[in-house]
């Protein structure tokens, strides 16, 4: 790969806005279908459907406002660049319903988009570069996975009640850009706390 264009920063770049507006994650599956564009400006990522369907079910965490935020450490050795994406979000209020979705969390290789505060929708945990199959993505290793919760309740009631959770993937490739080729794209539902890609 040869670089093909420039950088440019214009006055829109600039007034850009920090932060994460939604995070969407999913369990890999067994023969869930995806797709990836390496042409000429692109590092997308233009499908992601469950195995035999044309779409895939994602499930929304919200978290409290201006916590989540998304880091990418990048470490070059002997010739192999490792991208270590790191996902944290804290989540307000203790209760056994969110212990009981983070405890899912604990032994599950997940993906996730995060869309970004200037609608940009980011994959984490799926990476085309050195995965072990194409046609398996469960079997793809650059998974998102639990790194640490911390937190708690507190001991003043004016301290804060919740966790943070911190995910990470270790892939080999920059997060890729969700640009679906057809159909609607990623469609969020904040009533029912899910998502579709297609």
Known sequence: MAIDNGIAIDCSALQTAGGIKQICLRSFA???????????????????????????????????????????????????TVFECGLTFMIPQINNVKMHELQAMLNTCMMAIVVTSNDEKLVLGLSEKYANSVTAPEKNQTFLNLA?????????????????????ARQFELPRQYDPASGAGLVVNTSTLTATTT
């Open 30 to 80: 067994s023969a869930d279908a995806v797709s990836f564009n390496n042409d000429a400006g692109k590092h997308d990522v233009t499908k992601i459907v469950d195995t035999g369907g044309s779409t895939a079910t994602w499930k929304l965490f919200e978290f409290k406002n201006e916590t989540a935020d998304l880091t990418v450490n990048a470490t070059k050795e002997n010739g192999s």
């Open 148 to 168: 640490s919760m911390e937190g708690g309740t507190g001991a003043a009631y004016s301290d804060q009640n919740g966790l943070t959770i911190s995910l990470m």
